[in-house]
T-cell receptor
Framework: AQKVTQAQTEISVVEKEDVTLDCVYE???????LFWYKQPPSGELVFLIR??????QNEISGRYSWNFQKSTSSFNFTITASQVVDSAVYFC????????????FGTGTRLKVLA | DAGVTQSPTHLIKTRGQHVTLRCSPI?????VSWYQQVLGQGPQFIFQ???????GRGNFPDRFSARQFPNYSSELNVNALLLGDSALYLC????????????FGSGTRLTVV
């Protein structure tokens, strides 16, 4: 069965600190896709990144970076020099490329960035 | 360009009632999915429609139903509401398969009293 685990329920950091959000996934598929979404208080899920299972290159986008390691089934997300606007709930999700293409979401990590 | 729009934004219903939630996908998107997000949890998959056909259904009772119209908008219907149906209902659209990444709406907050 597919599963996504975000063990960190809530993280609080002071502005300008770096923070890493952990994501561990389980799947028997050899081809799959991983995603990170941000959910601000407004409720809308904002797409951040998509990674397919054949691409293990780390990615950096501004203050955001992602570390994908198939060996440990992890897809971690780091925010460098955090800002108050980064405060939100962050979800990691797994999608299989066949069937319904549904997303399996983790339970989310609430990030609080304090000024 | 308009994003995924959902209506209403908030709704209060009584146990046993029926509710209809509506979703308009991004122009050109043919796939619509519905998710239920209970407070403090991640979204749970309910339905996916592509080209007006149901492509998948999550582990939800038959009280939940949906449909997609020729203009690709969609409705989610829930009958015989229970207190446990209180949640944020999210609609998401994409061009095709979800590998491209869904765009989510802001959701409908349903409270059942």
């Amino acid at each position: 069965a597919q599963k996504v685990t975000q063990a960190q329920t809530e993280i609080s950091v002071v502005e300008k600190e770096d923070v890493t959000l952990d994501c561990v996934y389980e799947t028997r598929d050899t081809t799959y896709y991983l995603f990170w979404y941000k959910q601000p208080p407004s409720g809308e899920l904002v797409f951040l990144i998509r990674r397919n299972s054949f691409d293990e290159q780390n990615e950096i986008s501004g203050r955001y970076s992602w570390n994908f390691q198939k060996s440990t089934s992890s897809f971690n997300f780091t925010i460098t020099a955090s800002q108050v606007v980064d405060s939100a709930v962050y979800f990691c999700a797994l999608s299989d490329p066949s069937g319904t293409y549904k997303y399996i979401f983790g339970t989310g990590t609430r990030l609080k960035v304090l000024a | 360009d308009a994003g995924v729009t959902q209506s209403p934004t908030h709704l209060i219903k009584t146990r046993g009632q029926h509710v209809t939630l509506r979703c308009s996908p991004i122009s050109g998107h043919k796939s619509v999915s519905w998710y239920q997000q209970v407070l403090g949890q991640g979204p749970q998959f309910i339905f996916q429609y592509y080209e007006k056909e149901e492509r998948g259904r999550g582990n939800f009772p038959d009280r939940f139903s949906a449909r997609q119209f020729p203009n690709y908008s969609s409705e989610l219907n829930v009958n015989a509401l229970l207190l446990g149906d209180s949640a944020l209902y999210l609609c998401a659209s994409s061009h095709g398969h979800s590998v491209y990444g869904y765009t989510f709406g802001s959701g409908t907050r349903l409270t059942v009293v």
